[in-house]
């Protein structure tokens, strides 16, 4: 037999891997990151004082390629990736409404946005709200999204988002001498000037080409990174601080899953007198066992485990207890410790609040919101409003509207958050606020919402309301209430019977001052 030895027996990280990481370029990447977070840690602690761009260009592209390896072989990542972008984004996605100070304008950049945001991707794939999910996955699963502005050509307007592992240049240096962080151009203060892009290989698209990369000044790229300190530049995935938890969660959840695999076949037992070497002609044997080693005779074949004994030996099963006592407990709070980063309770990840009452459920919740409420705010402010103001821009520079201080000036309203019970919620404002001890804004600052812009909201609802209501009864002489159409609560009766006696509607005519017989027919006629 040839002994001569690969390049894969040769390399250090061969002779560890992980049981979930099967294939080798993925057992070679988490055997790096493994050394990178035990025995490497020592060393980079002694250096100190370093940038945060410096180290983590030692990890990104494992923590990618990790990142990219859990959403394809577990359900745990994914899943808590999921359930975070689809709390945050909603069904409906971030609703822009114009605001400048003129309703004209308001309505004539509706309706370009309305336009605008059927196909707002080069590819055409998706609608506004599709491409929001696809830019929170995308964060979430990498840790930064990019997007270029399309200035010209056939897709003109329209924005290309990039996978991550595209930003980057061989380039550490620009041409007037900035620093390039991974692909990303600064200057002496760190500000981001451009952004690099490297193209697929042009067989497979099975990975980028490693090359100096086409340059695009950072005004016509859209960038979001997830950001831990300062001086970071790129970012890393959401979940990368329990990429060792899934990992050893997956292992738990595999080998339980072997056991029962195991468990479920028949045991048979064969005695012989003779106690020969025996496979019953169903198994494979080892070159290397012996006759009447252990190995030898036991031999498997599906739906069964035989074991060839003499007539002194006994097989006898072992109670594994499978799965074990404390088994679910030790899932759930391996969930809890996944699920930190992103601020996610075990009742979300696993959908069951049965064992969580309302003062413990309502805590969870509020620590969750607020990791969801950051994660609108980044999205809002790397990508919807700087989306939305060059578009509009670009509608000045056409000349599609006319221009005005004013002309990006937009209220974003993103999905709120639902409680375990609402109206409990509901009522507890209600009565702080009738107590004086909370104000309207700290009431709408529990659900999310900003005091202005709720607010203009309803103002411009109101008045819109008041405008139907004034039509209908122009065309049929029948007055209709105004809250109808803003969803209030319609006028009351005794409301409604009090205004039509102020307005003389009801038959009633107020008496002549000094005149008391009339006032008292009056009085008589309306009791």
């Known amino acids: 037999?040839?002994?001569?030895?690969?390049?894969?027996?040769?390399?250090?990280?061969?002779?560890?891997?992980?049981?979930s990481i099967r294939g080798n370029s993925e057992r070679v990447e988490f055997s790096r990151y493994k050394a990178a977070t035990n025995t490497a840690v020592s060393r980079r602690l002694s250096l100190g004082g370093g940038s945060i761009d410096y180290y983590l260009s030692l990890d990104r592209e494992t923590l990618l390629k990790l990142?990219?390896?859990?959403?394809?072989?577990?359900?745990?990542?994914?899943?808590?990736?999921?359930?975070?972008?689809?709390?945050?984004?909603?069904?409906?996605?971030?609703n822009i409404q114009p605001n400048t100070s003129s309703k004209s304008v308001n309505r004539e950049l509706a309706k370009l946005l309305e336009e605008w945001q059927e196909e707002p991707e080069v590819r055409g794939m998706d609608d506004w709200v599709g491409t929001n999910y696809n830019w929170a996955h995308q964060f979430l699963y990498q840790g930064d999204v990019t997007a270029i502005k399309v200035q010209s050509g056939k897709y003109a307007g329209k924005i290309q988002l990039l996978n991550a592992w595209r930003v980057g240049t061989n380039r550490r240096t620009s041409k007037n001498a900035n620093t390039i962080k991974q692909g990303v151009e600064i200057d002496y203060v760190g500000r981001p000037q451009a952004f690099y892009v490297l193209g697929y290989s042009t067989n497979n698209e099975s990975h980028v080409i490693k090359s100096n990369g086409q340059r695009y000044r950072a005004e016509n790229v859209l960038y979001s990174a997830n950001r831990k300190f300062n001086d970071q530049t790129r970012g890393e995935p959401a979940l990368s601080a329990s990429f060792r938890d899934i990992d050893r969660l997956d292992d738990i959840l595999s080998s339980q899953a072997a056991a029962w695999q195991l468990l479920s076949r028949i045991a048979l037992s064969i005695t012989s007198k003779d106690n020969h070497n025996w496979t019953g002609n169903t198994g494979e044997t080892?070159?290397?066992?012996?006759?009447?080693?252990?190995?030898?005779?036991i031999v498997s074949i599906p739906g069964a485990t035989i074991f060839a004994g003499g007539p002194t030996d006994e097989i006898?099963?072992?109670?594994?207890?499978?799965?074990?006592?404390?088994?679910?407990?030790?899932?759930?709070?391996?969930?809890?410790?996944?699920?930190?980063?992103?601020?996610?309770?075990?009742e979300i990840i696993l959908n069951d609040w049965s064992q969580t009452n309302y003062t413990s459920g309502r805590g969870a919740l509020s620590q969750c919101f607020r990791k969801f409420l950051k994660l609108q705010n980044g999205q809002e402010k790397g990508f919807v409003r700087p989306w939305y103001a060059w578009k509009v821009n670009e509608a000045v520079r056409r000349r599609k509207i006319p221009n005005r201080s004013d002309i990006t000036k937009a209220i974003v309203n993103w999905p709120t958050f639902p409680w375990i019970d609402e109206l409990k919620e509901a009522e507890a404002w209600s009565k702080k606020r009738s107590a004086g001890?909370?104000?309207?804004?700290?009431?709408?600052?529990?659900?999310?919402?900003?005091?202005?812009?709720?607010?203009?909201?309803?103002?411009?609802?109101?008045r819109d309301a008041i405008e139907r209501a004034k039509k209908i009864q122009a065309e049929t002489g029948e007055e209709v209430d105004w809250?109808?159409?803003?969803?209030?609560?319609?006028?009351?009766?005794?409301?409604?019977?009090?205004?039509?006696?102020?307005?003389?509607?009801?038959?009633?005519?107020?008496?002549?001052?000094?005149?008391?017989?009339?006032?008292?027919?009056a009085k008589n006629k309306k009791s």
């Open 483 to 521: 809250r109808i159409f803003a969803g209030l609560e319609p006028m009351g009766k005794t409301a409604q019977a009090k205004k039509l006696e102020s307005d003389g509607r009801d038959g009633y005519k107020p008496a002549p001052a000094g005149d008391e017989e009339d006032e008292k027919n």
């Open 437 to 462: 001890i909370a104000s309207h804004t700290d009431a709408l600052s529990s659900v999310g919402r900003d005091r202005e812009e709720y607010l203009a909201n309803l103002e411009m609802e109101i």
């Open 286 to 297: 080892d070159d290397d066992s012996k006759a009447g080693d252990i190995a030898s005779r």
């Open 316 to 346: 006898k099963g072992i109670d594994q207890k499978i799965p074990g006592q404390d088994f679910s407990t030790n899932v759930k709070m391996y969930l809890r410790l996944i699920g930190i980063p992103l601020a996610l309770p075990i």
């Open 67 to 94: 990142s990219e390896h859990f959403r394809k072989n577990t359900t745990i990542y994914p899943g808590m990736i999921e359930l975070a972008a689809a709390n945050y984004i909603g069904q409906n996605g971030p």
């Open 1 to 19: 037999m040839d002994k001569k030895t690969t390049s894969q027996e040769k390399s250090p990280a061969n002779s560890w891997a992980e049981p």
